[in-house]
DNA sequence: GCCCGTACTATTGTATACAATTATACGGGT
DNA sequence: ACCCGTATAATTGTATACAATAGTACGGGC
């Protein structure tokens, strides 16, 4: 099997460095590399059929998402993350993610309120049934479109970084069940501020949002990660 | 004259990657480069005697930082910042650094609150000697050491990654005369609530501090970038 | 037995060769 | 003159070869 038969085996669509970062990104999301593993060149490349060109590329942007600290002549190692690393996380978010709910209030357009009072309802939905892993998925949703409402590539940006470690840190265990729910609540009553152009509510509420499930989290021994 | 050759032009302390990436990234933050100037890699490499390996790393990281944005099979072009962006970064400042400030007050160790002390009585004496540029200076380390003393390596890498933005905008003209020294007096202010233990005073402080800096960009036409 | 140096191996760092893609220039057809 | 396809050149994308560095195992000296 040489190189290029490799390349067919998944979609062409993006460069093999784009896919190779993706696939690292995703991995390392989902906790199937240990903390401070190290990752080598050689056998990710092996074994994504590629060679150590896109792969170093790869690593140097996952470096500078934090996500892989690169040791020079050394290695590459899975960035651990501790307890204070999360606490900060949420503290920052807290300011953040008001600042965001007001310019998404000021900002948000007709498609993106729509999508987000869908994500709303439709995570009320799979509450009700108990579908913890949707709810995950919407949870996640419902903050990415609320970066995108607010018009600001900078904050997105930010923002986005900042909710990734969150993702992380929820794959130390299993969604809990009651927090869920109570984020989809809080996500109602954001998303209703910013519908009816309540700037200073909306501020207030995502700001108390991140708290909340911040709380959450300590409470049940920093492992969940709603919000 | 080969690559080697060019390899002991400068320090070999740091990898050829790090190398061009610094070199790059001060050009670029100099304006060296125009906004939407396109940087080619063999162009880059030949320059600084290496090849186009190094080059293509250091331009990933580029662009995650947000300094340059490649466009698959085309190439990598420097970014521009418009006004709303530099708007958006000082709103944004204006969160974190209060935060920032709270936690230095917390965390900042002793030969962090002397350089701090030193920076500011420092940059007095530059101020009364109408020395603009160690003005500038010993500003940008102003803010670096209070990223440092807030104890969150988190915090701490995205203030500096905002930070690193105001740098580009300041070079578009020369500096101000009047913003320096009262920026430096806000810097006193702040460095007196952080040492005095005074948490609640050194957040509002740095908040408004960037508030100030902001209007006053503004007032000169958003060419001025203290803070 | 322990220390230390040396050879060897594994891994990262860099340069270069080649492939693929995009931009450009040219020339024929209308 | 203009449009458009093709050839050509320039540039990026990837693979591979080689260099430098770091880690490891072995063996001699004490």
């Known amino acids: 099997m040489n190189h290029y038969d490799a390349k067919h085996d998944t979609a062409d669509k993006y ?7 993706s696939k690292l990104r ?17 056998a990710i490349g092996e074994e994504m059929g ?4 896109p792969v170093r590329e790869a690593f140097r ?39 965001c709910a007001r ?3 000021e900002h948000i357009t007709q498609a993106q309120m729509e999508e987000m009072e869908e994500n709303v309802y439709l995570a009320e939905f799979h509450a009700g049934k ?11 949703r419902f903050h990415d479109i609320m970066y995108e ?23 130390k265990t299993l969604a809990n069940a009651n927090r869920g729910p109570k984020s989809n609540e809080e996500h109602k009553n954001i998303m209703e501020a910013i519908k009816t152009g309540n700037a200073d509510l909306a501020e207030e509420l995502a700001h108390q949002h991140m708290i909340n499930a911040y709380d959450n989290m300590v409470e049940n021994g920093l492992h969940e990660a709603y919000g």
């Open 61 to 99: 942007q996952l470096e500078l998402e934090g996500l892989i600290q690169i040791i020079p002549n050394k290695g590459a190692y899975v960035t651990g993350i501790t307890e204070k690393d999360v606490k900060d996380i949420y503290i920052i978010r807290s300011l953040l993610e008001g600042l």
């Open 26 to 42: 995703a991995d390392i999301l989902s906790g199937r590399y240990a903390e401070n593993e190290e990752l080598k060149e050689m």
């Open 15 to 21: 460069s093999l460095r784009v896919r190779v970062f």
């Open 149 to 171: 409402a607010c018009n600001s590539k900078l904050l997105e940006h930010h923002l986005k970084d900042l909710h990734q470690y969150v993702l992380r840190v929820r794959r």
């Open 103 to 105: 310019w998404a209030t």
């Open 130 to 140: 108990g579908h913890l892993d949707q709810l995950a998925e919407l949870d996640n």
């Open 50 to 53: 590629v060679s150590r060109t």
